[in-house]
């Protein structure tokens, strides 16, 4: 078992930057694929990123591809998602998660572990 914590949330203005960290903690961390998703008010919650477990191998959503870089130190047990050119559209409770499967970590199936979520707003 891991318990995730999120932090680096914040308000930013439209085309800022904001760093996202997950600190894991309880067991290994690289043995875990890690993913961010998000949820807005009143929508679902959304892939927005994976990485695999050695931290070669990422994935984005249409919608960030370009603008957020998922990454992973597991020396130090943390996952990061760096957001820049922020939109307004980008506001929402961003959650990170942990797969221990390895298997479609493109999507929300296989993820075991999740965050309480840190907020990021965007101001027009």
């Known amino acids: 078992q891991v318990q995730l914590v999120e932090s680096g949330g914040g308000l930013v203005q439209a085309g800022g930057s904001l760093r996202l960290s997950c600190a894991a903690s309880?067991?290994?961390?690289?043995?875990?694929?890690m993913g961010w998703f998000r949820q807005a008010p009143g929508k679902e919650r959304e892939f927005v990123a994976a990485?695999?477990?050695?931290?070669?191998?990422?994935y984005y959503a249409d919608s960030v591809k370009g603008r957020f870089t998922i990454s992973r130190d597991n020396a130090k047990n943390t996952g990061y998602l760096q957001l820049n050119s922020l939109k307004p559209e980008d506001t929402a409770l961003y959650y990170c998660?942990?797969?221990?499967?390895?298997?479609?970590?493109?999507?929300?199936?296989?993820?075991?572990?999740w965050g309480q979520g840190t907020q990021v707003t965007v101001s027009s």
């Open positions: 309880g067991r290994t961390f690289s043995i875990y694929a």
């Open positions: 990485i695999n477990m050695s931290g070669d191998i990422t």
């Open positions: 998660a942990a797969n221990p499967s390895g298997v479609r970590i493109a999507t929300m199936t296989g993820y075991v572990y």
